[in-house]
């Protein structure tokens, strides 16, 4: 949360304060930057020259191309044939002879592209705080106002999107897209694991209390994590439940005791759990600078669109971050 500034000083009302408010503001200028750049060499990507695994004949643009066209109309917000136009028109401002694909062929190869979410180098090396939460993502439906003066519409369909970011950096690890009535604690090992096969070093890995599952423990322990989870109201202890539990060996436990001893809140501020907040800020600026609907239509070309759309805010993290501390009253 960036700190207002009111003839010159910070609003005091506001918890925090930012650091680096110069640098800061001087980012959120660079992001509106309209510099597009093109790479050299581009006439040599542009169109695919890999042998097809499938019958049929090669695909005529490489999927760097189509993903190219898929960057701009989420990030300008355009409907996929204005966006092939733009490209259109910036190739012809740049001299350069290349065919931009119909919209149509766009939309037929989304599905088939397998993007990673682009990263800063070194992140890897570096201890991990995970943070993982789940937000809702329409699709199609009836309009706000209706919905909230009649009721839902029947049509009203939307997805599951379950953001894991690093606490320390704001980076975005991952951007699963799943259906509406999965449970965020669900997908959450796999996340989990994923990462650690790819090299994360995660110290510790911090929900809410929709993620209070025997799984999500039991993967944490698995790969040495500490879970900061808290429980829900009326949990008891393993031992209460089983009569052959062995005490003081399960982590959930350890947290209902001390949940017990200092009360919830008490909990949340020795343990470190505010940290979460920091998911929810992930999600807040994803819906800010995207909305919070899906422009394509089936769950593959979906879950592109999210996954460009997640490297796109790393980008725009990196390019511009408030560095704050807590104001002390």
Same mark, same amino acid.
């Given at each position: 949360?960036?700190?207002?500034r009111?003839? &010159?000083?910070?609003?005091?009302k506001v918890?925090?304060r ?8 001087r980012g959120l200028?660079k992001? &509106?930057?309209?510099? =597009?750049w093109?790479?050299d060499?581009?006439?040599? +990507? ?8 499938r019958? &049929?004949r090669r695909?005529k643009?490489?999927d ?6 898929l960057? =701009?109309k989420?990030?300008?917000g355009l409907p996929?044939r204005q966006?092939t ?6 190739f ?5 002879? =290349? ?8 939309s037929?190869?989304q599905g088939? =592209?397998?993007p ?7 992140? *890897?090396?570096k201890?991990i705080?995970?943070v ?5 993502l329409?699709?199609?439906g ?6 909230r !003066?009649? &009721? ?5 369909t ?5 953001l ?10 991952t951007?699963?897209?799943?259906q ?15 990462l650690v096969k790819q090299?994360y070093?995660i110290?510790?890995f *911090?929900g ?12 944490c322990?698995?790969h ?5 989870i808290?429980?829900r !109201?009326?949990?008891i202890?393993?031992s ?8 003081n060996t ?8 001390r949940?017990?001893e200092?009360?919830?809140g008490?909990?949340?501020t020795?343990?470190g759990?505010?940290k979460?907040?920091?998911? !929810?800020?992930?999600?807040? +600026?994803y819906?800010r600078?995207?909305g919070?609907?899906?422009?394509a239509r089936?769950? !593959?070309n979906q879950?592109?669109e999210?996954?460009? +759309?997640?490297?796109m805010?790393?980008?725009m993290?990196k390019t511009?971050k408030?560095?704050t ?5």
């Amino acid at each position: 949360m960036s700190a207002l500034r009111i003839k &010159g000083k910070q609003d005091p009302k506001v918890p925090y304060r930012v650091l680096n408010w110069r640098d800061y503001n001087r980012g959120l200028v660079k992001r &509106g930057d309209l510099c =597009l750049w093109i790479e050299d060499g581009i006439e040599d +990507r542009w169109y695919s020259v890999e042998t097809p695994n499938r019958r &049929g004949r090669r695909d005529k643009y490489s999927d760097a191309a189509i993903e190219c066209v898929l960057v =701009l109309k989420s990030l300008f917000g355009l409907p996929l044939r204005q966006t092939t136009g733009l490209l259109a028109s910036l190739f012809k401002l740049s001299g350069l002879d =290349l065919e931009v694909p119909d919209y149509s062929r766009i939309s037929r190869r989304q599905g088939r =592209l397998s993007p990673s979410i682009k990263l800063p180098k070194g992140i *890897r090396s570096k201890p991990i705080h995970l943070v993982l939460d789940g937000t809702g993502l329409k699709v199609f439906g009836e309009g706000e106002w209706k919905v909230r !003066e009649h &009721g839902a519409g029947k049509r009203r369909t939307w997805r599951k999107l379950h953001l894991a970011i690093d606490a320390g950096s704001g980076q975005i690890l991952t951007a699963l897209l799943t259906q509406r009535d999965t449970h965020d604690a669900e997908p959450a090992p796999d996340i989990i694991r994923s990462l650690v096969k790819q090299g994360y070093d995660i110290k510790d890995f *911090r929900g809410d209390g929709a993620y209070d599952a025997h799984r999500v423990f039991l993967t944490c322990l698995q790969h040495g994590i500490k879970a900061i989870i808290p429980s829900r !109201e009326g949990a008891i202890l393993s031992s209460e439940k089983y009569e052959n539990a062995m005490d003081n060996t399960w982590p959930r436990d350890e947290i209902v005791k001390r949940i017990r001893e200092i009360g919830k809140g008490g909990w949340k501020t020795e343990s470190g759990y505010f940290k979460r907040s920091l998911v !929810e800020m992930a999600i807040y +600026r994803y819906k800010r600078t995207f909305g919070d609907r899906l422009s394509a239509r089936n769950l !593959e070309n979906q879950r592109v669109e999210v996954a460009l +759309r997640a490297s796109m805010l790393n980008k725009m993290i990196k390019t511009a971050k408030p560095k704050t501390e807590k104001r002390i009253r």
